[in-house]
């Protein structure tokens, strides 16, 4: 297995991961952004009422994206596994 190979399957998990942690982080992005908005109009400077809603948000996200997410990751899985006898030079 040449350094190639390597960084290319590197490169494809490092993108895969970023992929994956989108929808989440997204979501919370979208959700943390509204929440400081409306706390910022009405001048109410409370911890929980940031971080609930956006915990709410991600776990629906969660649930949303969970099979595409695994379809994903499994699709990877499959084709690392079925490559490696040419990455191993066989």
């Known amino acids: 297995m040449d350094t190639a190979a390597v960084l290319h399957l590197g490169g494809q998990a490092l993108f895969l991961t970023a992929k ?7 979501t919370s992005l979208v959700v943390g ?3 400081s908005l409306l706390q910022s109009v009405t001048q109410i400077q409370e ?3 940031s971080f609930v809603p956006k915990a709410l948000a991600a776990a629906l996200a969660l649930v949303v994206c969970g099979h595409w997410m695994i379809s994903e990751l499994v699709s990877f899985t499959h084709d690392l596994f079925a ?7 066989g």
């Not at 994956?20 to 997204?26: D, E, F, H, R, W």
């Not at 490559?83 to 030079?89: A, I, R």
């Open 20 to 26: 994956l942690c989108a929808p989440v982080l997204i």
């Open 33 to 35: 952004f509204t929440v």
């Open 47 to 49: 911890v929980t009422l």
């Open 83 to 89: 490559s490696v006898p040419t990455l191993v030079g």
